[in-house]
């Protein structure tokens, strides 16, 4: 059973860098089957994407967060890590990782998710 | 970027009523690429619907989607205690992912 998990620091600091890494265990993420991806989800709000990639193509970014945003990938351990620079508090939020079906584009598992706070 | 707008924001009904929830997108989306997800509160969405109108694995029959184009529905036949939660529609293109902002079905 492919399970997912997020993990980092509960608290970021305004202006500093915000890191989060996904564990995958039960599949690998090397599969051509699945893009690998971040979600956000600010308090009581809606879903935000922030980026995915396959691990044999291309990674992909929200354009809203471009500038601030690398997803990294670590095979040897079957992560994959979330690096958000320059935060501020309208980066609160709840962030998931999710395993996205190539083709069809959707997003059929979820970690548990993990929050996120931006504060001094 | 396609922009998806759910409506009603919120559905008031009872149980054993029947939902119709609106997905419209700004401009013409691959039916293959369209989904809707549950959410529960404090819980990660959990996916319903694939390429507008599969059913995923473990989905009740209750649960349905149709449309194309930019018109999406996801219909719920009878709701049940456990239906009464947050649903989102999401769709890819262009090399991206954007989700509606959701619609909230409520114990009338």
């Known amino acids: 059973q492919l399970q997912l998990q997020e993990s980092g620091p509960g608290l970021v600091k305004p202006s500093e860098t915000l890191s989060l890494t996904c564990t995958v265990s039960g599949g690998s993420i090397t599969s051509s089957t699945y893009y690998w991806g971040w979600i956000r989800q600010p308090p009581g709000r809606g879903l935000e994407w922030i980026g995915s990639?396959?691990?044999?193509?291309?990674?992909y970014y929200n354009p809203s967060l471009k500038s601030r945003v690398t997803i990294s990938v670590d095979t040897s351990s079957n992560q994959f890590s979330l690096r958000l620079t320059s935060v501020t508090a309208a980066d609160t939020a709840v962030y998931y990782c999710a395993r996205i079906y190539n083709h069809y584009y959707f997003m059929d598992l979820w970690g548990k998710g993990t929050t996120v706070t931006v504060s001094s | 970027e396609i922009l998806l707008t759910q409506s009603p924001g919120t559905l008031s009904l009872s149980p054993g009523e029947g939902a119709t929830l609106s997905c419209r997108a700004s401009q013409s989306v691959t039916s293959r690429y369209l989904a809707w997800y549950q959410q529960k509160p404090g819980q990660a969405p959990r996916l319903l619907i694939y390429g507008a109108l599969s059913r995923a694995t473990g989905i009740p029959d209750r649960f349905s989607g149709s449309g194309s184009g930019t018109d999406f529905t996801l219909t719920i036949s009878r709701l049940e205690s456990e239906d009464f939660a947050v649903y989102y529609c999401?769709?890819?293109?262009?090399?991206?992912?954007?989700f509606g902002q959701g619609t909230k079905v409520e114990i009338k």
């Open positions: 990639f396959l691990y044999s193509g291309s990674t």
């Open positions: 999401q769709q890819y293109g262009n090399s991206t992912w954007t």
